[in-house]
């Protein structure tokens, strides 16, 4: 189903954002935090698809937008982590999760206390790294050289587009440095786990159903083991 | 063409000892891999096969990620400098690249 759910923001506002959801009042509920930018378009229809099994499954999930995300109207370049991470533990109370499900980056703004899965998880490092390479790429290709060390240093001070997404200095700077703290509740799981390529490493958004039905079987899994 | 045989735990290690056939097949299952296609198509591409700026899917973003992909598997690192037209052009260009990146270690 789809519909929107209220995200606070830093500045004490509120934002209205898309909310997905397959809500049945099960025991099971869980918030999935999705990847980010690029990689978003590209994991969408699976992560879509891990939550209709899931379904099937009698388990509840959502995938709210967080403010800037897909759907959203706020502005990308005003966001930082610790408001993404506001919204996602706002995300958690409103739905009731009992779980949350990260895919990539998403990993990054998982609210604490709650056990579940990594998928795939990114470190913000790598996630700069592979957008600013992206950039100056697509600057040589125009007869303009950029560098690694003089974006780096833009993105810092200024913020920086990349790859068509405006990000903020703050995020930036934030970005740098952002890692997942090792969790005992939350479970990683591997791209070779799930067998075939990582869907996010596809020149165009791609599905593979035999991907979702391992991600959405290791998450039913565990669930029933804890019963 | 013939290469010492090495055990896949020194290759995975080192990088060291990867013979050419081998990084031939790693880095077409890496293509394979971002174009979406089966390894046995990505086998037919040759020396000439036109890359960034002849397959209209592999854009900036994509071979972006290609070369961090390339960096994780082939335990190489990929500079700025490195980021030239010829190297991105053709599949023979892209492989030369990465047999001289192992070289160097």
């Known amino acids: 189903m789809i519909g929107t759910w209220q995200a606070p923001q830093s500045d004490g506002t509120i934002s209205e954002e898309l909310l997905v959801s397959f809500d049945a009042e099960c025991e099971h509920r869980i918030l999935i935090l999705p990847a980010w930018f690029d990689e978003a378009n590209k994991l969408r229809r699976l992560t879509v698809e891990v939550m209709r099994r899931l379904e099937g499954a009698e388990i509840d999930s959502f995938l709210p937008d967080l403010p800037g995300c897909n759907e959203s109207t706020a502005p990308l370049e005003q966001q930082t982590l610790p408001g993404w991470r506001l919204a996602a533990e706002a995300a958690a109370q409103r739905f009731q999760a009992t779980h949350v499900l990260t895919i990539r980056a998403g990993a990054l703004v998982a609210p604490a206390p709650l056990p579940g899965w990594r998928y795939a998880q990114q470190t913000g490092a790598k996630l700069l790294r592979g957008m600013i390479r992206a950039r100056i790429i697509a600057a040589r290709e125009d007869g303009r050289e950029e560098t690694s060390d003089k974006l780096m240093d833009t993105g810092r001070s200024e913020g920086l587009t990349l790859a068509g997404w405006p990000i903020g200095a703050e995020m930036f700077r934030e970005l740098e440095h952002a890692e997942t703290i090792a969790s005992e509740t939350r479970q990683e799981i591997a791209q070779s786990d799930l067998g075939g390529s990582g869907l996010w490493l596809r020149a165009e958004p791609d599905f593979d159903a035999k991907q979702a039905d391992a991600l959405a079987a290791l998450v039913t899994e565990r669930l029933r083991a804890e019963a | ?105």
Do not use: C, N, W
């Open chain 2, 1 to 105: 063409m013939s290469t010492t045989p090495v055990s896949s735990k020194a290759i995975g290690q080192s990088g060291l000892g990867k013979s050419r056939s081998e990084i031939d097949r790693e880095l077409k299952a890496i293509i394979a891999d971002v174009l979406g296609i089966d390894a046995d198509d990505a086998d037919a591409f040759t020396p000439d096969t036109g890359l960034f700026g002849h397959l209209p899917e592999l854009d900036s973003m994509a071979v972006a990620g290609l070369l961090t992909e390339m960096e994780d598997r082939l335990d190489i690192v990929i500079e700025d400098d490195d980021l030239d037209g010829e190297m991105l052009e053709t599949y023979g260009g892209l492989l030369t690249f990465a047999e001289t990146k192992i070289i160097e270690g």
